[in-house]
């Protein structure tokens, strides 16, 4: 899947072209074929609008009421003038590519999303992931059936309360702690990594961009003042009424310092990031001084 992905970006990049709509659709048809999708992703639409949400504009979207892409190529040139200020880092056919890669990882992310209802409807279980991605796969569908109209009685309407609710306070610590976002995005950014991998010999500072952008997702809404602080899992799940979902887990404990001890052997840094479990202050600190780090490497170059 990913050589023919690239494949895609190369010959696009290649002609000094930016995905257009066709482009778009055979990336599209690629991920559906290989992630057996057909039943998810019935179709890509490319509306001639600007999407606006408290956190920006949109630049796609997946309706799980109608299984549909939506593309808004519009805003994704707004947002592209926004990380114009990164171009000079890049140059002749990595500039292109780096400008490729934004529209990819929106696609990807989306995608994502659709790949993951599956996994939901399909029953599979047994991990944290799989708790986590439930909750917030549930989540999603009642929100989305709410706005049509399509109000089901047996709906719980108290977490569809809550929902709007953070929605409206605090939008981006929100979307940021969101599960199901936060895998989507991951998986998102591994997949253009592992295609760069494939062609470093032609790259300068692409690939080391896209791995400290994830970083910088992935750190958004854990917040490290002093001891230890709840993480981005449990503030969502504690802010949507499902806190004991986070209970359940078999890392839980009521001591905060046993719990983070227990997380530790169950997961890896890379999944505690992914998911938003808990990090230790030391943990935390040394992710902020690497991203930091790529950061000011980042402004040298400029």
Not at 32 to 61: C, T, W
Not at 249 to 278: H, I, T, W
């Amino acid at each position: 899947m990913v050589e023919e992905i690239l494949k895609v970006l190369v010959d696009y990049t290649e002609r000094v072209k930016l995905l257009d709509e066709k482009g778009i659709e055979r990336i599209v048809d690629i991920v559906v074929s290989h992630m057996g999708l057909q039943n998810y992703i019935k179709g890509v639409e490319f509306p001639y609008e600007i999407k606006q949400k408290k956190r920006g504009v949109s630049i796609a979207d997946y309706d799980t009421t109608t299984n549909k892409m939506n593309v808004y190529i519009e805003a994704f040139d707004l947002y592209s003038e926004s990380q114009s200020k990164y171009d000079v880092l890049f140059s002749g056919f990595e500039l292109v590519l780096f400008q490729n890669v934004l529209m990819l990882k929106f696609v990807l992310h989306e995608l994502g999303h659709a790949f993951d209802f599956k996994r939901v409807d399909s029953g599979e279980s047994g991990t944290i992931e799989m708790e986590l991605l439930k909750v917030s796969a549930n989540i999603k569908k009642i929100i989305a059936q709410t706005i049509l109209g399509k109000y089901d009685e047996n709906s719980d309407f108290d977490l569809i309360l809550k929902y709007a609710v953070m929605q409206s306070e605090n939008y981006s610590q929100f979307y940021y702690s969101d599960p199901m976002e936060r895998v989507a995005e991951t998986r998102a950014h591994q997949t253009v990594t592992e295609m760069l991998k494939l062609i470093k010999d032609r790259l300068f500072n692409l690939d080391e961009f896209v791995k400290a952008s994830l970083l910088q997702y992935q750190l958004k809404p854990y917040i490290h003042r002093t001891g230890i602080t709840p993480c981005p899992s449990e503030i969502y799940l504690s802010s949507v009424g499902q806190r004991e979902v986070w209970k359940s887990m078999n890392f839980y404990d009521e001591d905060a310092s046993k719990l983070l001890k227990k997380v530790q052997k169950e997961c890896s840094l890379d999944e505690r990031l992914k998911l938003g479990l808990p990090l230790t202050k030391e943990e935390y600190s040394e992710l902020r001084l690497r991203y930091q780090r790529s950061n000011k490497a980042r402004t040298r170059n400029r």
